[in-house]
């Protein structure tokens, strides 16, 4: 109270946010520091994607073996980052198109360190000295257009390519099982904190399609349907 009487631009802006995005209201009662932002733009300006892979690799070191608690941290940092953008954007600190690039690169850190920690998990787990299968997940839709918002989804299909070594029935069943970590730390019921959306109803054949799919298999798919 005593900082909004001090500063009444801040005061200004909360009331705006308050009157304007339930979003970030429910987000400021979880996260009173952010209050403070409201009194310097600086604050509100997003993060560079380097320094939030650098908080994500923090804590993919720290709960190597704690998917729980992982998952509660990245999520935490996408509600605190995506409430600092959005409300560098009600404030008319950041533009739109800047507002929705910071919001992609947010997603965009904490999938990467997901996807990283469910790899590493699977090889400590089956004890293998490195992964059997190499995983990308290519964004769609809004994500994939750096247009995500504060109600996107992460749309997304997920492909893999046998390391050197593994077979693909091997590669298939190590990405499988990398997959369903990073979907329990993304959206399982594993934290309080709010789940992050990885939609992959786009993926070939849709929702009647396997979850992931090998190169070759994507390859020959989209192939098929080109000519």
Not at 33 to 44: A, C, K, R
Request: proline share 2%; with cysteine.
């Amino acid at each position: 109270l005593g900082f909004l009487r001090d500063s009444s631009s801040a005061g200004r802006r909360l009331c705006h946010v308050l009157s304007n995005s339930r979003y970030l209201g429910e987000a400021m009662n979880k996260s009173m520091e952010s209050v403070t932002w409201l009194g310097h733009d600086e604050d509100m300006r997003p993060r560079s994607l380097e320094s939030l892979r650098i908080q994500c690799h923090a804590a993919k070191t720290r709960y190597s073996d704690r998917l729980n608690d992982f998952a509660t941290l990245v999520r935490a940092l996408r509600r605190h980052e995506i409430e600092r953008i959005g409300l560098g954007w009600m404030s008319s600190v950041i533009e739109d198109g800047e507002c929705l690039e910071a919001m992609t690169q947010v997603y965009d850190a904490i999938i990467n360190a997901s996807l990283e920690w469910s790899v590493e998990h699977q090889c400590r787990k089956h004890d293998l000295e490195q992964p059997q299968a190499r995983i990308a997940i290519i964004g769609m839709g809004r994500y994939g257009g750096k247009e995500v918002n504060f109600s996107s989804d992460a749309d997304a299909i997920i492909i893999y390519c046998p390391n050197a070594g593994a077979s693909d029935q091997e590669a298939n069943r190590f990405a499988k099982d990398a997959v369903n970590d990073l979907r329990q730390i993304l959206m399982g019921s594993v934290s309080t904190e709010h789940k992050i959306d990885l939609d992959l109803d786009l993926r070939p054949e849709g929702k009647n399609g396997p979850l992931i799919r090998s190169y070759e298999s994507c390859r020959e798919y989209y192939a098929s349907w080109a000519s």
